[in-house]
T-cell receptor
C-alpha cells in the first residue's frame, strides 16, 4: 500500500508563473489536507477537501490559491501568478475518515516550491 | 483559536541519554494529539497518536503522554541515538475543525 504521493518533489517557477502541485492520497483515503511550511516556520493548515468538495479552506490565501480534489485523479493545489513569498514546502496529508476512533493523518514527502 | 507551543526550540544531548520534549496547547477540547518527526528536507513521519480519552501511547523507545486538563503533552525518548536527530512536531486536532494545529517543533541533536 503506497503512502501519500506528491509530485513534483521540487518545483521552480519564475514570478508570475503558475504552480500546480499534485497529491495522491493513500489507497482508500478520501480526505485530503494541504499544509504549507514557510522557511523557519511551522506547518500551517491551508485547506481540507473530500472528493469533489472543499470542506474547510480557512487557511487558504484569498487570492491566487485554489484547490480541488476531483472524483478521479489526484488533488491539485494551484497557485497563480506566484511571488517570492510563495516559496515554501507544501505538504499533503490524507486520512480515511474524519470521525470515529482513528483520524490519523498520513503525510506525503512534500513539494518544495522555489520562486525566482 | 487553538495555539500549540513546544519547548525547548532546540536540544542537544549526548548519545544514550533519556530526554523529554514538551508540547502545550491552549484549548483543552482536543480530539487527539499526534507526534511527528521531520528530517531535514523531508516529509513528516507519524510517531504516535493519542486520542483524547487516552493518557499515553508507547512505541519502542518512545512514550507520549497527554494531560488535557493542563493542556500538555510530553514525548519521552529513552536511550537516545544519533539516528533520533530530527525536528519533532506535535499537532493537536480540536473538536471543531478538521485539521491539525502544529507546534513550531523541537530540533533535537543527539551527539555520538
Amino acid at each position: 500500500n503506497a503512502g501519500v504521493m506528491q509530485n513534483p518533489r521540487h518545483l521552480v517557477r519564475r514570478r508570475g508563473q503558475e504552480a500546480r502541485l499534485r497529491c495522491s492520497p493513500m489507497k482508500g483515503h478520501s480526505h485530503v489536507y494541504w499544509y504549507r511550511q514557510l522557511p523557519e516556520e511551522g506547518l500551517k493548515f491551508m485547506v481540507y477537501l473530500q472528493k469533489e468538495n472543499i470542506i474547510d479552506e480557512s487557511g487558504m490565501p484569498k487570492e491566487r490559491f485554489s484547490a480541488e480534489f476531483p472524483k478521479e485523479g489526484p488533488s491539485i493545489l494551484r497557485i497563480q501568478q506566484v511571488v517570492r513569498g510563495d516559496s515554501a514546502a507544501y505538504f499533503c496529508a490524507s486520512s480515511p475518515e474524519t470521525s470515529g476512533a482513528y483520524n490519523e493523518q498520513f503525510f506525503g514527502p512534500g513539494t518544495r516550491l522555489t520562486v525566482l | 483559536k487553538q495555539e500549540v507551543t513546544q519547548i525547548p526550540a532546540a536540544l542537544s544531548v549526548p548519545e544514550g541519554e533519556n530526554l523529554v520534549l514538551n508540547c502545550s496547547f491552549t484549548d483543552s477540547a482536543i480530539y487527539n494529539l499526534q507526534w511527528f518527526r521531520q528530517d531535514p528536507g523531508k516529509g513528516l513521519t507519524s510517531l504516535l497518536l493519542i486520542q483524547s480519552s487516552q493518557r499515553e501511547q508507547t512505541s519502542g523507545r518512545l512514550n507520549a503522554s497527554l494531560d488535557k486538563s493542563s493542556g500538555r503533552s510530553t514525548l519521552y525518548i529513552a536511550a537516545s541515538q544519533p539516528g533520533d536527530s530530527a525536528t519533532y512536531l506535535c499537532a493537536a486536532k480540536d473538536n471543531y475543525g478538521q485539521n491539525f494545529v502544529f507546534g513550531p517543533g523541537t530540533r533535537l541533536s543527539v551527539l555520538p
